[in-house]
């Protein structure tokens, strides 16, 4: 079974700066995908970011970028710039073919003014 | 953009009592999926469903827990007799069909279930 792992429950960073969250995951799988949600105090599930197992090159979103080690397993979001905004539970989910996605424990994210 | 839609926002429901959670996936999804969130915890895998039936569904979807699609919009999740372990919060996603699996999911904004 696939399993995803986050291994940060909290994490904070000041306004303006750099953070990164941490998630390795486990499948004997070569073909999956790997995805960041983001969920606010909403509680609505938002996709912040996701990458195709198969590409080499890390997947970048404005101030979003992962560091996808694919020996490793690894698969961390690091946020740039960090604003007020960003702050909420950020969940890493991976999802291979013909199966469904299933999700990390979650990370908090505090972001300081 | 298109968004999936869930009702109602927030349902209190006494234990043993029988309730559905609505959801309304973007039109042109043909795969379904709930998902819940215990307070404070992990999303967690219920069900996924395509072409009128359950593709896959997980351990904690038991017995007491059953899908429809009664019309071409909508999407329910039953839950027949109610406990108080079951308080979490739901989430409806739907995806296309094919290879734009890779895009993941949509989700809907949830619905809070409390049980009482």
């Known amino acids: 079974a696939q399993t995803v792992t986050q291994s940060q429950p909290e994490m904070s960073v000041q306004e303006a700066e750099t953070v990164t969250l941490s998630c390795t995951y486990d499948?004997?799988?070569?073909?999956?995908?790997l995805f960041w949600y983001k969920q606010p105090p909403s509680r609505q599930m938002i996709l912040v970011i996701r990458?195709?197992?198969?590409?080499?090159q890390n997947a970048t979103e404005n101030r979003f970028s992962v560091n996808f080690q694919k020996a490793a397993k690894s698969f961390s979001l690091k946020i740039s710039d960090s604003q007020l905004g960003d702050a909420a539970m950020y969940f890493c989910?991976?999802?291979?073919?013909?199966?469904?996605?299933?999700f990390g424990a979650g990370t908090r994210l505090t972001v300081k003014p | 953009e298109p968004e999936v839609t869930q009702t109602p926002s927030h349902q209190v429901t006494q234990m043993g009592q029988e309730v559905i959670l609505r959801c309304v996936p973007i039109?042109?999804?043909?795969?379904f999926y709930w998902y819940r969130q215990i307070l404070g915890q992990k999303v967690e895998f219920l069900v996924s469903?395509?072409?009128?039936?359950?593709?896959?569904k997980s351990e904690i979807f038991d017995d007491q827990f059953s899908v429809e699609r009664p019309d071409g919009s909508n999407f329910t999740l039953k839950i027949r007799s109610t406990k108080l372990e079951d308080s979490a919060m739901y989430f409806c996603?739907?995806?296309?069909?094919?290879?734009?699996?890779?895009?993941?999911?949509?989700f809907g904004s949830g619905t809070r279930l409390t049980v009482v």
């Open positions: 996603a739907s995806s296309e069909t094919g290879t734009a699996f890779i895009y993941g999911y949509t």
């Open positions: 499948t004997s799988e070569s073909d999956y995908y």
């Open positions: 990458q195709e197992a198969y590409k080499q």
């Open positions: 989910a991976y999802r291979s073919l013909g199966n469904d996605m299933r």
């Open positions: 039109s042109n999804h043909l795969y």
């Open positions: 469903f395509y072409n009128n039936e359950i593709s896959e």
